[in-house]
């Protein structure tokens, strides 16, 4: 026998038996819960998502309890040890790992695409010297769909392939060249002969020399980021991208609604929010202080706490081994024993314990990114980069998804029945 939900009103007495697949009932299944025919039906009520999905989903699996996060069923712990970047890019986005000469078309297309338009160039070199990297990407990955206009058909897979394959390789030169504006700097071409990794840091690190070098400890620890950075299910920039994406909009435009979510001290910019935390406690003699502001409600204890894990955070326990790494290379970052120390105190707290709030993936991130040269405002766009990937996913899915249509949520009107409108001069 199926699974039923059985429900009675209270106000008719009748009773409804709802069909239970995957542990969830259909939200529409309650509207024939009425009590007059004319009535619209029951609806539920969950603001920001609280206890909805709102899709069905094969990308990534999350358990929060037990901070587990697989990426089409596998470990993000054996992949940031084993993987690369542009690797779990593609199995997030094809569904299987490639074989090796998958692998090689996939890097040769993606590279092959690396080089922005003359045009893209001159409209980044038109923002204010001081403009926020993040801001200019929004802005730059948004303005890519007047560059590829074929990305509106996006009932076609090549062309959905081809947008795909231009996001990946393109989100890291628009990324490098809003860091070069905001430093003042000219913009550095792709070098194809590096890795994903390694000709980012070129074009954002190459200065006269006429071949940049990465340092393999640096390349290997920004691809390891990216890798944990790549998707992470319904989140706010994803269910962004989805939205937006149900209109049927360009890739392009959907793609920097999700970055423009992502840029909020909320989501993407925790770890901006975490150093600029760790700069006003200033001195590791103030944490018990703070720790106490925060639990007296005048603050958060930024890079602790998450939506999903009511555990340590799996991602954060490979950044946190990760950052020693960077530290020899670079030096270590004064901020980290302050880090050290709220972490120690928070994990010892009943505030933080019977609120399961844990470091998530950001506490330690800043700290690893600023060792590594880049500046707070670089961090989202740190973000954005892998997170293209996950993105696009997600995209790829919803428009495959004979359930969905355009998203369209509602509401709960608690505001004035109809009125005659009121002369400007009799207003009171
Ligand atoms: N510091 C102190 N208290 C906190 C924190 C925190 N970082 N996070 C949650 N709490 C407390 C809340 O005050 C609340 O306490 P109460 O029950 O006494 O009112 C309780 O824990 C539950 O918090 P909610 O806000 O309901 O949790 P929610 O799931 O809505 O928020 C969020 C999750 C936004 C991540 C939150 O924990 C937070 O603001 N953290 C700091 C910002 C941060 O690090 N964001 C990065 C998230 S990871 C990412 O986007 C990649």
């Known amino acids: 026998m199926a699974d039923t939900l059985t429900i009675t009103d209270n106000r008719t007495g009748k009773q ?53 996060l697989l990426y089409r069923g ?6 940031a040890e084993k ?16 074989t090796t000469k998958a692998h090689e078309d996939w890097a040769r297309d993606v590279t092959l695409h690396t080089m922005l338009h003359t045009n893209l160039a001159k409209l980044m070199e038109g923002f204010r010297h001081d403009a926020h990297p993040m801001g200019m990407f929004i802005s730059t990955v948004g303005a890519l769909s007047t560059f590829y206009p074929d990305a509106k058909d996006i009932f076609s897979p090549e062309s959905r392939r081809l947008q795909t394959v231009r996001l990946i390789a393109k989100v890291p030169s628009i990324s490098a060249y809003a860091f070069r ?22 074009m954002l690190f190459r200065m006269t020399e006429l071949k940049y070098t990465p340092n393999p400890v640096l390349e290997r620890a920004l691809d390891v980021l990216f890798i944990l950075h790549a998707d992470h299910e319904q989140n706010c920039s994803t269910s962004t991208m989805r939205a937006i994406g149900s209109s049927h909009a360009d890739p392009y435009s959907a793609l920097a609604g999700a970055a423009a979510a992502l840029y909020g001290p909320l989501h993407g910019g925790a770890n901006e929010a975490v150093l600029r935390m760790l700069h006003e406690i200033g001195s590791i003699n103030n944490v018990p202080a703070f720790i106490k502001r925060v639990k007296a409600g005048e603050g958060r204890l930024m890079g602790f706490g998450h939506r999903v894990y009511k555990s340590y955070d799996p991602r954060a326990k490979i950044i946190k081994r990760m950052a020693d790494l960077v530290f020899d290379v670079m030096g270590k970052n004064p901020l980290l024993e302050m880090a050290l120390e709220l972490e120690r105190i928070a994990l010892e707290d009943e505030y933080f314990v ?21 500046p707070v405002d670089m961090f ?13 996913a997600q995209w790829e899915e919803m428009l495959n998804d004979p359930d969905q249509k355009i998203a369209r949520p509602r509401q709960i009107y608690l505001g004035h029945g109809p009125r005659d409108y009121v002369p400007r001069e009799r207003r009171k």
């Not at 542990?23 to 009425?34: E, F, P």
């Not at 590096?194 to 840091?201: E, I, K, R, W």
Request: charged share 20%; aromatic share 14%.
């Open 74 to 79: 596998y470990p993000i712990e054996q992949l």
């Open 16 to 68: 409804y038996e709802v069909p239970i697949q995957d542990g969830t009932i259909k939200a529409t299944d309650l509207r024939q819960i009425k009590v007059t025919s004319d009535e619209f039906g029951m609806m539920t009520y969950d603001p920001a998502f609280m206890n909805t999905a709102a899709c069905k989903s094969r990308i990534t699996f999350i358990d929060g309890d037990k901070g587990v």
């Open 181 to 202: 504006h905001s430093i003042g700097r000219p913009f550095n071409q792709p070098d194809n002969d590096l890795s994903y990794a390694g000709n980012f840091l070129s």
């Open 83 to 98: 993987s690369d970047f542009l690797e779990v890019a593609y199995l997030i986005l094809f569904g299987e790992l490639p």
């Open 380 to 392: 989202p766009v740190l973000f954005a980069i892998p997170r293209t990937a996950g993105w696009i």
């Open 354 to 374: 019977s609120r399961k709030l844990y470091p998530n993936v950001d506490f330690y991130s800043g700290l690893i990114y600023q060792a590594m040269g880049f």
